[in-house]
């Protein structure tokens, strides 16, 4: 039998083929996941040697297993799409820009606020899509407006579109057969509410000062030529550094508290939506709020790279004007945070009720060990998204054009989505289970001698090199969800290997999946469409690279602090 680095070296040949392609060549993500399967499925055929219909029976079985994700990201992409056509966001927008003429404080707003708000309903790129512009038409330099829309998302993705992250990418690969075998077995929603719960400690935590750094960089990067020093941007973040304490801190509590006290769909939704409207109240009272406004310098003073390219004539402040009360545009955000609040709620103890309401395939092609099923009731995407998505057209008197366009657009946005997701997963599926003895005659699978080549060489110190691997996934897929698909299981079965807690070394991969947003390739590239200013990618890299090391450091801290210390003895 070959050795365990030999199985290592052959089992990560799938994924460093798909990453290379997609970082050198550009190639998309579903071509390059799709060499990466292809690779997959001859290895597990040829050198692994499972059967045939096992293998054709996996592969469908993960295609399967991506049509929750897919109906998470179309329903938060309907409703979004929805609100864009009848004319909420332009009130949302109109209603920022009357709030305080202090880019620092509008800047926490829309940060701490808004994102976490969007990320919370929406996530998939969404909240840094709504929030650059937004912030170029309340007058930030566009490279600014790119990178802190990408900067203040960072401690979100982990809990993305209703918990897609957790529900759709770690549930995925760890099953609940799985999670029964182990020597002190735990259910699926008890290691869920495991995850979801140390995720939150680990966000949590770095909520409370990631308003204050955010500030901080912005006065570095884009104050008077005074306060572009250490000192002189630590003296421009002094006076508002109060303000964005209390708010960090809220939210950071926030999240942290409803991912472990309710679950995983909630706490990015609850969190903004406090925050935000503490927030307004502290603006509007001008409690905590400096006596002096901070801005901009003048914009002929701005540099080519500020501008991102542009003219200062193509960037005037835009326009947007309120089409509707400002109440009626948060409605829809408002009725999907109080359903998902209500029947997550844990004293109600609503969730076996909904999950018994499913569509199920008891065996993959004639095999037991591969059911399938779709908990209609129990899915963000279709209760509450589509429903709410279809009552905002009612609500907001669109007519049948408008509607058209909004399924129009939002089937166009998720088809790639789709396929690269069907993709990985069935991917990541082939390579978990080709090491199930019954069916193939090498083990440990693909994704076990993964786990023990990692768990090998980062030995104890595991849990700081985990947010690492998250980041990586992140970087190059785009997606948190994503990235926990294709090692949320690897991460898990290195935490067993080395003999420490598999929930929180899960939840150090989930988290550092959200710190790998910041760097992603495609969501850099996205948000440069967005603005217009794109060929500048390398320009927001290098902005971001700081605060992504700054936030990994600090989780595998956080992560080795909790695993050695704090609960050594958690699953």
Known sequence: ??????????????????????????????????????????????????????????????????????????????????????????????HFSGISTDRRIQLLLIGLGFETIIEGVAGFGTPGALAAPLLIGLGFPPLGAAVFALFFNAPNPQFGAAGTPILGGVNSVIGADELAAASEPVTQAEFQGLVSAY???????????????????????????????????ARATAPVAP??????????????????FVGTELPSIVAGFVVFGLGLVMASRGVLVPES???????????????????????EDDNPQQEMPVWLAWTPYLLVGAILLVTRWPTLDLVPLLKDFAVTLPGILGYSDLAWELQYLYLPGTMPFIPIAILTGLLFRMNSQETKEAWRESVRQV???????????????????????????????????????????????????????????????????????????????????????????????????????????????????????????????????????????FTGTVGMLLVYVVAPGTF
């Open 1 to 94: 039998m070959a050795s365990t680095a030999v199985l290592a070296l052959f089992a990560a040949l799938p994924i460093a083929v798909a990453f290379t392609l997609l970082v050198w060549l550009r190639w998309s993500a579903a071509r390059s996941m799709g060499i990466g399967w292809a690779i997959a499925t001859v290895l597990g055929l040829v050198y692994w040697q499972m059967e045939p219909s096992w293998w054709a029976a996996v592969a469908v079985y993960g295609g399967l297993e991506a049509v929750s994700i897919i109906l998470i990201v179309f329903g938060a992409i309907l409703l979004m799409n929805y609100l864009e056509v009848s004319g909420a966001i332009s009130t949302i927008r109109w």
């Open 199 to 233: 995720s939150g400690v680990m966000t949590g935590l770095t909520f409370v000062f990631w308003g204050v750094l955010g500030i901080f960089l912005l006065s570095y990067w884009f104050g008077h030529e005074d306060e572009r020093t250490l000192r002189g941007a």
């Open 243 to 260: 303000f964005a304490l209390v708010l960090g801190t809220v939210a950071g509590v926030t999240q942290w508290a409803i991912a472990w």
């Open 293 to 315: 406004t901070w801005t901009f310098p003048d914009r002929e003073s701005w540099s080519d790279t500020w501008l991102g390219g542009l003219s200062l004539e193509s960037i």
């Open 415 to 553: 088809a790639p989505a789709a396929l690269t997701l069907v993709i990985v997963v069935s991917l990541t599926q082939i390579m978990i289970k080709s090491g199930e003895a019954e069916f193939v005659t090498l083990t440990p699978g693909m994704m076990g001698a993964l786990s023990q080549g990692v768990a090998g060489a980062a030995g104890g110190a595991l849990p700081a090199v985990a947010p690492w691997i998250g980041a990586l996934g992140t970087f190059v897929t785009g997606s948190n969800t994503v990235s926990d698909i294709l090692f949320a299981k690897l991460q898990y079965s290195a935490a067993g290997d080395v003999g420490i807690s598999r929930s929180i070394v899960v939840a150090i991969q989930n988290v550092g999946g959200g710190v790998g947003n910041m760097i992603s390739v495609q969501n850099i590239a996205a948000i440069c469409g967005v603005v217009g200013i794109s060929g500048r990618e390398g320009d927001i890299l290098r902005k971001v690279l700081f605060p992504t090391i700054i936030f990994a450091l």
